[in-house]
């Protein structure tokens, strides 16, 4: 898929783990983990906005677009 959802990066930049990110964004661990490891098809603004908020950064550091045969 040629967009990449970086949490994990801002996640080690903040020093936040995985299940307080969760706790904060009011999702699912398994959820966040979807997220995290470029699984999701989708994602609503609003799960966006929340993670934008708990992280304290801006959308274009979570979300990154690669050409198809770019992807690592």
């Not at 930049?13 to 964004?25: H, Q």
């Not at 999702?27 to 098809?41: C, D, E, H, Q, Y």
């Not at 966006?48 to 050409?67: I, M, N, S, T």
Request: aromatic content about 4%.
């Amino acid at each position: 898929m040629p967009i990449i959802i970086n949490i994990d990066v801002m996640m080690a930049r903040r020093k936040m783990s995985a299940s307080e990110l969760a706790e904060r964004v009011g999702i699912t661990p398994a959820n966040l983990s979807i997220l995290k490891n470029n699984r999701a098809r989708a994602i609503r603004f609003s799960t966006l906005e929340a993670l934008c908020r708990a992280l304290d950064c801006q959308p274009g550091e979570l979300l990154e677009y690669r050409p198809y045969g770019e992807e690592d």
